[in-house]
Nanobody, 116 residues
Framework: QVQLVESGGGLVQPGGSLRLSCAAS????????MMWYRQAPEKERELVAS????????NYGDSVKGRFTISRDNAKNTVYLQMNSLKPDDTDVYYC?????????WGQGTQVTVSS
């Protein structure tokens, strides 16, 4: 059974940092492109960052470039999102997604709240 479990969300002050983790099970992790999305209520889900499987090529949404870093540890079947210089606009539920060909799997999401 494929499962993605996010962790690391929480409440942080503006300018602070958080690191999200997404642990995968039930898949050959290194084959999968991994992505982080975020979504606020009544808004469309937004792609935050992605990283390819073996080579680890990364891409970022314009709103997070220079502040967020996606990385992966294929030995631990885990993808990370390091979030620095957080802003109130970064407040969302963050989801990870695994994709390989036509197959995709989502995690359950973790809440990030940026507020003073």
């Amino acid at each position: 059974q494929v499962q993605l479990v996010e962790s690391g969300g929480g409440l942080v002050q503006p300018g602070g940092s958080l690191r999200l983790s997404c642990a995968a099970s039930g898949i050959t992790f290194s084959r999968y492109r991994m992505m982080w999305y975020r979504q606020a209520p009544e808004k469309e889900r937004e792609l935050v960052a992605s990283i390819t499987g073996a080579v680890g090529t990364t891409n970022y949404g314009d709103s997070v470039k220079g502040r967020f870093t996606i990385s992966r540890d294929n030995a631990k079947n885990t993808v990370y999102l390091q979030m620095n210089s957080l802003k109130p606009d970064d407040t969302d539920v963050y989801y990870c997604k695994a994709a390989w060909g036509l197959y995709e799997q989502w995690g359950q999401g973790t809440q990030v709240t940026v507020s003073s």
